[in-house]
RNA sequence: GCCGCCGUGGUGGAAUUGGUAUACACAAGGGACUUAAAAUCCCUCGGUCGCAAGGCCUUGUCGGUUCGAGUCCGACCGGCGGCACCA
């Protein structure tokens, strides 16, 4: 047999599998299948780095098992195959993207293929190709039907000298990759994708619970959803010549809002501008507002530590809970772009906040105390009462040396400080001085501040036999000079006082209430804690949770608030101004958009406001798809005034015409009847939503609601209604109403039914349509009236569908415009277009899609790659899915991962993927997930060119050889930990591999002998350790096995048969594959090694009959025993206790205890 | 700052999940073969004391739990990754 050449051996073994397509994954196979995946490479320049081979070969070796175990594996590759690259080489050289592009695939096709790995070549999809693009833009529009994909100005990253938008990755350190010019930020129309809709974003976070994937990542997805749990709070403002009459917060802390000392909005913050005319500061704010926009990332995350801001001055919050008013500041630690942007400050328990308001010297109110309940003997007694006490702490600090006055507790082992309760009347200070005396005589102090900061806590007082409530705060006095009076004897007996210097106070004092005290003297900070409302009027004595619900629900009931959960995660920017990606498949029509749209006015009942119940949803929505939307907020609604009403509307006259919607819901629909009737010109619709009626017996209403004032409502509707004008001035009515309407009485809407042509809708349950009773914050059913089922914004109409691919056209620059468009705006022929609605001239969206568009459902279209009728047919989905491991680098935790998840729970949602089969295996794309660590250079560095320590895989494939290279890359150690690359330790493989080799040239006899006898019982270790370790993806391990095996074999290479290389054979294939199979070849066999099925192993053969036992005496190793295995434990036991060496260690001792541990040890304790 | 991960010989790393710490490999040193080198093979290889038998110490540092800790708990030191004013 020859010298082992790996080059020779490893060429003919590729071909012969390319040849006869030996991993083709068949769609019609009846063997349980299995889905392994590789994040699929950008074909970029440099070609493969060292890094891809060794996912590649990680997934290799788990396909390859899991063939040989009898499954069917659909183990493909493709090329990611848009990007940025290619389009800056373009520029530069004037090459065409895709020409680049192609002749990176070939170089790394052909790279991938020198490692020898297991892909179905023939499912190979490449996303710039366009018919595998034609169902990325299909995807687009589907999302578009749905309402996930939208249209909003978004700021990209601009470089202001090369005019041209700059991805993420071309911004190093705030400046520009290309110039280095500092960025700036530009808006401009783009789409968005709507990843935060509420259909999915709980779904994203709670089904990472369903899948294996690392512990890690899954937290980074969640960190990144960043989902708290809070309050919308809706503050008024006070001055009434703004427009902006409200503004509105959210708070995790709304248990806190009595502390809210002052408003923060972000400087991008619409108050602002409308507040600029009548602040007193106006050039001031000016100032501050153009600065703070005008800082790019880089000074904004610079100046994390300095907080600045400029106060709106003249211009009032009032805090709902009490009616206090607070000033407003604009301030650039507040973000436009997280909440509402705007929040209400508690400095006291805001670590922002707090920062701000020292700088800036706005009041901190305590309104949380933090609560201590102490334990063991002071621990609370059920059968006692409880007091509360309001307890002063005397601090007396000597100016000499900086001591502090402690006091040492007799019978217990305490230190605190002097401390005492407060008398009615009495002051702080007078208290703190007056038990300074009582318990340590000091008389002599001067005052020096006090601590404004209380702490509560329980315990239970045994000298009085009562539980009690302490409530205390501290005065710190300077010591004047050492008089001291005489201490009663009582107070001798209970504790003395003892000097303790400062730094060692937080040491000393034992109580954790008093270190609190003292911590936030030393260092005033907020506190973040829970704890228990104080100085909140009634909430005081509330914990924070109890606190939290109550402040809600007085605030839902006020209808200045609600429960609010709020995300970190923003939508996903689905546009790039590129040319080399994925064209958006829309048409912009301005004769489309020139077509009237619908005005809706929305006019609230009794009590309410136009932010309330369900209004503001609506008009959220409808401003959304492009129409105007008024919600007025009628005035003095809480003693609601007809005539006062009507003024009101009749100065929005001009939004009245024949497009007009008006809704009126409740006190709001009899007012929006009593002004349709006063009018000559007909409206498009009325919808009435539980409206009152001149109907109402108002002597019942108010027998119904004692609490709800009926006079005025009595009052409103006493002027004549005519009901045939209100017909008359609409084209149509439609009503809402309820079952269970606690203010409408069942016959109301009878009546109306009588009284007025419409439409009648009863939806049961819905109590009177307000927050008071449930929680009507949406109502969809009257927005699906207005704008239909699936609304689409006007004049932005997608492509048909029979029309895609809307191919990228061939161009010969790829400059971009300088406007920040893409390059394809300049490409008339291609933007000017027909529009797919109404055939009039129209223009292309020219953005691309980011590079994510094309990869987040690749592993979709490996299942049916030809497919030219669907994305993938649906049988051939339930063949394949879900992806079983998929495996790649840490770097696409986040991004990659969350939106593969988002597209494909959104394509089983549109059942691309069948109903019946998201039923049985949910609808996460991917089951278990595996990252490779990062291979570093062998300095111990990230490879890069700068560095010069890249390593070639195609240099180390022809020195080594694809096997080698594999073997090391998998030996280098665990599978996802980083680690440095070595040449030198890849030389430790090649031997084994040669070592191999030779084992048949050096021991024919044996390899030939015929297989009479059994396999060695090494050889079944070896399986049962190789089987453990590829499953568990400890391929280091495994490798190390094969080595100690091999080393075994050379020891002692008679005691090794034909049967038993065979075996190693096998289990060697997923590793080094070629190698195998030439040996396999030579030993005769006719058939590829990978069709072998995974040799077995027999685990009564493994155990071994002798095994070493340890004895130890205190947990040191003393001796050690060969014994049988099946020793039982008295045996044991007896063994170890007769051992010569543990006699002599136990030197006469008697033995306390005796431990077995069956197979491992006899633990001696003496 | 917050969240997560990690720290074992000269180096990459192993340790049956609380049970003989340093497997396997690289490097280094010594030897065999050879005119020589490469390749290959054999021996040594955590520190320290000892002629030896053997003892003592050792998994970033300190402390704790346990018969027994690299592994569990607490504090600290150092490194890596993510987020970064997220109200």
């Known amino acids: 047999m020859d010298r082992y050449d790996h080059q020779s051996i490893e060429k003919k073994w590729q071909e012969r599998w390319a040849k006869e397509k030996s991993f083709h994954a068949s769609d019609t196979s009846r063997r349980e299948k299995k889905y392994i995946l590789d994040m699929f490479p950008y074909p970029s320049a440099e070609g493969l780095h060292v890094g891809h081979p060794e996912g590649y070969t990680a997934s290799d070796i788990y396909s390859r098992y899991l063939r040989m175990k009898g499954f069917e594996v659909l183990h493909p590759m493709g090329f990611d195959a848009f990007g940025l690259p290619a389009e800056n080489y373009a520029l530069k050289t004037g090459t065409h993207p895709a020409v680049t592009t192609a002749k990176n695939i070939e170089n790394m096709r052909r790279q991938i293929q020198s490692l020898g790995f297991s892909y179905d070549w023939d499912r190979e999809v490449i996303t710039s190709d366009p018919k595998y693009y034609r169902w990325t833009q299909w995807i687009f529009l589907k999302l578009f039907e749905h309402g996930l994909a939208y249209e909003a100005d978004a700021p990209i990253n601009w470089c202001p000298k090369d005019k041209t938008g700059l991805a993420n990755e071309e911004v190093i ?14 808006k401009i129309k783009q789409w968005l994708v709507k990843i935060t809709d509420e259909r999915y974003i709980e779904r994203l976070l709670n089904d990472l619970d369903k899948v294996d994937w690392p512990e890690n990542i899954k937290l980074l997805q969640k960190n990144w959803i960043g989902k708290s749990e809070g309050a919308e709070i809706v503050f008024k403002i006070q001055n009434p010549k703004l427009q902006t009459r409200e503004l509105t917060v959210f708070t995790t802390r709304p248990d806190t809002i009595f502390g809210a000392t002052y408003m923060v909005v972000a400087p991008e913050h619409p108050l602002v501008q409308d507040a600029l005319s009548m602040v007193e500061n106006k050039s001031e704010v000016e100032k501050y507002i153009h600065s703070a926009v005008n800082k790019s990332d880089l000074e904004r995350t610079d100046l994390v530590k300095v907080k600045t801001g400029v106060e709106l001055k003249g211009i009032k919050a009032i805090r709902p809970v009490d009616g206090q008013e607070i000033p407003i500041w604009a301030a650039d630690y507040v973000l436009m772009s997280y909440g509402t942007g705007a929040i209400m400050a508690v400095p006291a328990h805001d670590q922002r906040d707090f920062e701000f308001a020292k700088k800036y010297s706005l009041p901190v109110k305590q309104v949380m105390a933090p609560f201590f309940q102490n334990t063991e003997d002071l621990k609370l007694r059920s059968d006692k009462p409880m007091v509360r006490r309001k307890l002063v702490y005397g601090i007396v600090r000597n100016p000499k040396n900086n001591d502090v006055l402690c006091l040492r507790w007799k019978k217990y082992d305490w230190v605190s400080f002097v401390v005492g309760g407060v008398e009615d009347g009495e002051d702080l200070i007078t208290a703190a001085k007056r038990e300074i005396a009582e318990e340590t005589g000091y008389i002599n102090l001067k005052f020096v501040e006090e601590i404004n900061w209380q702490t509560h806590f329980t315990f239970f007082a045994k000298h009085k036999n009562e539980n009690r409530y302490g409530m205390a705060s501290g005065v710190v006095f300077d010591l004047v000079d050492e008089t001291r009076h005489q201490i009663h004897n009582e107070e001798k007996e209970k504790h003395e006082p003892v000097w303790v210097s400062e730094h060692k106070v937080l040491d000393a004092v034992t109580h954790l209430n008093a270190k609190e005290i003292w911590q936030y003297y030393v260092k005033p900070a907020a506190f973040i804690g829970e704890g228990v409302a104080i100085n909140s009027g009634e909430y005081d004595g509330l914990t924070t949770v109890q606190c939290k619900k109550k402040i809600i629900a007085r605030l839902e009931k006020d209808g200045r608030g609600r429960f609010k959960v709020q995300y970190k995660l923003r939508d996903w920017l689905f546009s790039r101004q590129r040319y080399w990606g994925e064209p958006i498949p829309i048409v912009h029509c301005e004769h489309c958009r020139k077509q009237k749209k619908e005005t809706i006015v929305i006019i609230h009942g009794t009590g309410s406001n136009g932010k309330a119940n369900w209004y503001d949803w609506l008009a959220t929505k409808l401003r959304e798809l492009g129409h105007q939307v008024i919600v007025p907020d009628m005035p003095d609604s809480k003693q609601p005034d007809r005539e006062q009403w009507l003024t009101a509307l009749e100065t929005l006259k001009n939004a009245f015409d024949e497009h007009t919607i008006l809704i009126g819901h409740s006190l709001g629909g009899i ?18 939503v539980a409206p009152t009626s001149t109907e109402m017996d108002w002597t019942e209403f108010q027998k119904q609601h004692p609490d709800n004032p009926a006079a005025w409502q009595r009052k409103f509707h006493e002027a004549e209604l005519r009901y045939a004008d209100v017909q008359k001035n609409t084209e149509k009515i439609s009503y809402y ?7 409408i009485p069942a016959e109301i809407p009878e009546w109306y039914k009588k009284k007025l042509r419409g439409d009648y809708h009863l939806l049961p349950g819905r109590n009177h349509f307000s927050l008071k009773n449930g929680h009507a914050y949406t109502f969809p059913e009257v927005l699906e009236e207005i704008v239909g089922k699936n609304p689409l914004p006007v004049g932005v109409n997608p492509v048909h569908e029979k029309d895609l691919p809307v191919e990228l056209p061939n161009v010969k620059k790829y400059e971009p415009t300088g406007t920040g468009e893409s390059p394809l705006a300049s490409i008339e022929k291609w933007v000017n277009v027909k529009c797919p609605k109404c055939g009039k001239p129209a223009k292309r969206e020219t953005n691309t899609m980011p590079q994510w568009a094309g990869s987040n459902w690749y592993f979709l279209r490996y299942c049916d790659p030809k497919n030219d009728k669907k994305l993938a047919d649906p049988k051939k989905l339930e063949k394949w899915l879900p992806v079983d491991m998929y495996i790649g680098g840490a770097e696409h935790a986040v991004l990659h991962l969350l939106y593969a998840r988002f597209i494909y729970k959104f394509l089983c949602d549109i059942e691309v993927v069948p109903k019946s089969f998201v039923k049985k295996h949910g609808d996460e794309p991917f089951t278990k997930l595996k990252n ?3 291979i570093l250079g062998e300095d111990g560095q990230k490879m890069s060119k700068s560095r010069g320590n890249v390593i070639n895989p195609d240099e180390v494939i022809k020195k080594f050889g694809a096997d080698t290279m594999r073997m090391y890359e998998m030996f280098m150690g665990p599978f996802e930990d980083a680690k440095p690359w070595s040449t030198q330790g890849m030389i430790g493989v090649k031997r084994f591999l040669e070592r191999v080799w030779n084992v048949f040239v050096d021991q ?17 270790q070896l399986v049962k350790k190789i089987t453990v370790d590829i499953e568990q993806f400890k391929f280091n391990t495994a490798v190390s096995e094969y080595m100690k095996y091999t080393n075994a074999v050379a020891e002692a290479p008679a005691e090794f048969l034909k049967q038993d290389f065979e075996v190693l054979l096998r289990l060697l294939s997923p590793f080094a594959p070629h190698l195998s199979e030439e040996l396999w070849e030579q030993l005769g066999h006719k058939e590829s090694i990978s069709k072998e099925p995974w040799p077995s192993f027999d685990p009564k053969l493994i155990v071994e009959d002798e095994i070493t036992i340890v004895v130890q005496i205190n947990g040191k190793v003393r001796d050690q025993m060969k014994v049988a295995s099946d020793i039982s434990e008295d045996e044991a036991k007896k063994l170890a206790l007769s051992s010569e060496k543990v006699l002599k260690w136990l030197d006469g001792k008697q033995p306390k205890k005796v431990i077995y541990i069956k197979g491992r040890l006899v633990s001696i304790v003496v």
């Open 737 to 743: 109403y309820s079952d269970n309407d606690a203010y």
């Open 671 to 688: 007012a929006a009847m009593y002004f349709l009737a006063s009018r000559k010109k007909k409206i498009k619709k009325l919808i009435l």
């Open 1004 to 1020: 024919p006899a044996q390899v030939s002998a015929p297989a009479m006898a059994t396999m060695n019982k090494r050889t079944h």
């Open 932 to 934: 490779q660590g990062l």
């Open 173 to 186: 350190d705030g400046k520009c990759e290309r110039c280095g010019t500092p960025v700036t930020k530009k």
